[in-house]
């Protein structure tokens, strides 16, 4: 069975930093692409960031680059986001998800889906 299963989340003034994690099992950790998505309250679910273990590529959306940094440990099927200068519009669930190699930032494009994590920023 595949499971994703996000931590890290809480609450933190703008400015400063979190580390999500997203722990995977149940598929070939390197088979797939790993993204990270938020949703805000009333808005739609977007891509944050996504990195393919198969080529090393990784996607950030243009709100978040130079701040968000994606990276993985394949040893412990794990992919983190760490989230510096964060702002309140930053403020939204983060989930996890898993797609074929290759995945963007597009939500059709992952198959599998954590349950999410809440960020809250602070003004």
């Known amino acids: 069975e595949v499971q994703l299963v996000e931590s890290g989340g809480g609450l933190v003034q703008a400015g400063g930093s979190l580390r999500l994690s997203c722990a995977a099992s149940?598929?070939?950790?390197?088979?797939?692409?790993i993204g990270w998505f938020r949703q805000a309250p009333g808005k739609e679910r977007e891509g944050v960031s996504s990195?393919?273990?198969?080529?090393?590529?990784?996607y950030y959306a243009n709100s978040v680059k130079g701040r968000f940094a994606i990276s993985s440990d394949n040893a412990k099927n794990t992919v983190y986001l760490q989230m510096n200068s964060l702002k309140p519009e930053d403020t939204a669930v983060y989930y996890c998800?898993?797609?074929?190699?290759?995945?963007?930032?597009?939500?059709?494009?992952?198959?599998?889906w954590g349950q999410g994590t809440q960020v809250t920023v602070s003004s």
């Open positions: 998800a898993a797609s074929p190699p290759g995945g963007g930032l597009w939500v059709d494009e992952y198959d599998y």
């Open positions: 149940g598929f070939t950790f390197g088979d797939y692409a």
């Open positions: 990195f393919s273990s198969t080529d090393g590529s990784t």
